[in-house]
């Protein structure tokens, strides 16, 4: 009976409890009821309350406030627009991959509101390449010189040259650099490196060679170790087959021979341009038909050189000279031999053969000689035969390299390999050791049952079973596989000193047998870096421009191909510190500079720094030169004061004295 009254007031209570729920959440539903009529009744008299000024507002005044909601309106659609704009931006900068091409890395980054990484500096403006020939510190100007500017620039077609800095690197790597003529003909060129000859050409840039009537002795021994070379029977012989010979070409070969016979040191400037006469009338060929070549008449003789004679030793009868008639005239816009008629070859050939060398210009005396090199390069097959012979005495260096490595490596494997079993069996020892120390002190131990005892020698069982199983293994897995022979200590020195010498048979096979330098690398707008071993000194940049405006541009069928000519101009990096800056300034975000940063910033031998001069070194020994001397100037202040101060006093230190002195 006290338990079913207990349960009729428990109900009774629960029945209570959620009477008063339901009337407070009644009361609170009035409440909100109340306060949301309020609030529509506050509303309605706002609304009521703006519908009465609108309508006290005159037209201007309604005018102004639609305008300010249709601006408030905009001003939002243009925030959430600006939102959505800046999440798909954010969303597709993250989807980017790198490395890129550059343009299209730049494009985007201008797109997307992307700046370059921290560590990516500004691109340091580089000194044109004829201006290393000036000190370090004018280099450092603003304004480069205008000569070294025309001097390292090219302006393609509209000149109809190449540019004086393009034909003085042919000319240096046809004697020093990757020809190499002086590997095929002995020591006929002293040593010289690429300054030595821009010093030279820089003498007949200033006017030096013209004030001093000569050419330098370098440019003149280039001109005369060219024309030997071209002029010379032996080597005519050497080259030419009589029986397989035209006769325009058997009679080409006796004129030259003849003109070689009068080469000296004095005479090269003569030679030069009878040689060159002599080669632009023999490309007049039957191909007339167009007005880029001559009409043939095989006219080839002598009679200018030989006083007006045309007679001609060992003649052939075959041959059949027509001296007699005049040539005829050039027809216009001829584009020979000689080139454009504009171009500096042309001009040169002019002007030599009216006056003296040294009042040709730089340009023009370079392009001489490059035409020359072209030529012996063309007429010469032993010298395409040298070139592909190097390549292949530099392919079985790099083979060598490769498979002394290779040998190195594995020798290097297999002498480490050795070692371990003695560091096992050490590591063995020690083991069986502590494990009977471990039996020894667990028998003299009182407290443990021999229950435990047999419990611990299974498990030791159990574990030496899976570690000989697992020995067992790793036997058969080696047999099965790969053998691994071991290598004592005297093979793995003799690997050592064998990748040794080939890796340094190979870099010297380098400096020797190389026969184009190739561009390193090139950067975003595709300037190529060029590094020659064979004067490491300094790093070329060839950096490509646009065509500079012209206002009047002259009908002509060699300027319709204008863009395709764009300007030329070399710069050069030859000091440690200018280095670092352009190399910082390289993204590896693209493709191209990434490439080119890995070339420039490798260890091995492309590692240009270490060739370059340390102006880092030597900026740092002139500062500290510079406060030596400021501490002594002070020093000496300090004595001279302290000098004064003992002399009115009465007495002087004998020791301040002689400071001051």
């Not at 004018?138 to 025309?150: E, G, L, T, Y």
């Not at 090219?154 to 690197?169: E, F, K, N, Q, Y």
């Not at 490196?193 to 003498?203: G, N, Q, R, S, W």
């Not at 007429?379 to 498979?403: F, N, Q, V, W, Y």
Request: one cysteine or more; glycine letters at 4%.
């Amino acid at each position: 009976a006290r338990e079913r009254k207990r349960q009729k007031d428990l109900e009774k209570a629960k029945q209570l409890k959620k009477k008063v729920e339901e009337e407070e959440k009644k009361r609170k539903a009035k409440l909100l009821q109340i306060e949301q009529e309020r609030k529509d009744k506050e509303k309605k008299r706002e609304e009521d309350e703006k519908k009465k000024k609108l309508l006290a507002l005159s037209i201007e005044q309604r005018i102004s406030l639609e305008k300010e909601k249709a601006a408030k309106a905009e001003a939002e659609r243009l925030k959430a627009e600006a939102e959505a704009k800046a999440k798909a931006l954010a969303e597709l900068i993250r989807k980017r991959k790198f490395p890129m091409d550059d343009k299209a890395l730049i494009l985007e980054d201008k797109k997307l509101g992307v700046k370059p990484p921290d560590d990516v500096t500004e691109s340091p403006v580089l000194p044109y390449a004829m201006m290393s020939l000036m000190p370090l510190v004018q280099q450092n100007d603003v304004k480069p010189p205008s000569w070294a500017v025309s001097a390292s620039s090219c302006m393609g077609a509209l000149s109809g040259s190449r540019g004086l800095m393009s034909d003085l690197l042919q000319v240096y790597h046809f004697f020093r650099g990757d020809v190499g003529i002086s590997n095929i003909f002995g020591d006929v060129v002293a040593p010289f490196t690429l300054k030595h000859l821009m010093h030279a050409v820089d003498e007949v840039r200033s006017g030096n060679a013209k004030a001093a009537k000569t050419i330098p002795p370098l440019i003149s021994h280039l001109f005369v170790i060219a024309l030997r070379i071209l002029t010379d029977e032996g080597e005519q012989d050497k080259n030419d087959d009589m029986e397989s010979l035209s006769p325009q070409d058997i009679q080409l070969r006796k004129d030259l021979v003849k003109l070689g016979g009068g080469l000296n040191s004095l005479s090269w400037s003569e030679i030069c341009f009878y040689y060159m006469d002599l080669m632009e009338r023999y490309y007049y060929t039957d191909a007339s038909a167009d007005s880029n070549v001559l009409p043939g008449n095989a006219l080839l003789d002598m009679k200018y050189f030989l006083g007006g004679g045309n007679e001609t030793e060992g003649s052939c009868e075959e041959v059949e000279l027509s001296v007699e008639k005049e040539d005829p005239p050039l027809p216009d816009r001829y584009l020979g031999y000689l080139g454009d008629q504009r171009g500096a070859l042309a001009k040169a050939h002019y002007k030599i053969s009216r006056q003296d060398p040294w009042n040709l210009t730089a340009e023009e005396l370079m392009s001489l000689l490059r035409a020359l090199t072209d030529d012996i390069i063309g007429s010469r097959p032993d010298l395409a035969e040298d070139i592909s012979k190097r390549g292949e005495e530099l392919h079985e260096l790099r083979k060598t390299k490769k498979l002394a490595e290779t040998n190195f490596r594995k020798v290097k494997a297999m002498y480490e390999a050795s070692k371990q079993p003695n560091i096992q069996a050490k590591e063995d020892d020690k083991s069986s050791s502590n494990n009977e120390d471990s039996k020894a002190k667990d028998q003299e131990s009182q407290g443990k049952s021999k229950a435990a005892i047999e419990i611990n020698s299974d498990t030791a069982d159990v574990i030496a079973d899976s570690k000989a199983d697992a020995a067992v293994q790793e036997k058969i897995k080696d047999k099965s596989t790969k053998p691994q022979p071991t290598a004592t200590k005297k093979e793995f020195e003799a690997a050592e000193k064998a990748n040794v010498k080939a890796t340094e048979a190979y870099e010297k096979g380098l400096k020797k047998l190389i026969s184009r330098t190739e561009p390193l690398g090139y950067d975003r707008n595709f300037n190529g870096v060029y590094f020659s071993l064979h004067d490491p000194s300094l790093l070329l940049v060839e950096a490509i421009g646009t065509p500079p405006k012209i206002s009047v541009i002259p009908k002509s069928p060699e300027l319709d191909s204008l863009h395709l000519n764009p300007n030329r101009s070399w710069y050069i990096i030859e000091t440690k510190s200018l280095f670092d800056k352009y190399l910082s300034s390289l993204d590896i975000r693209g493709i191209r500079e990434e490439s080119l940063f890995e070339e420039l910033s490798s260890s091995g031998l492309s590692s240009v720094r270490r060739f370059l001069f340390d102006d880092i070194k030597e900026k740092a020994s002139l500062l500290a030169q510079k406060r030596d001397f400021e501490e002594l100037q002070r020093k000496l202040k300090n004595a001279k004061i302290a000098c004064a101060a003992e002399e009115e006093g009465g007495r002087r230190s004998g020791r301040l004295a002689s400071l001051a002195q």
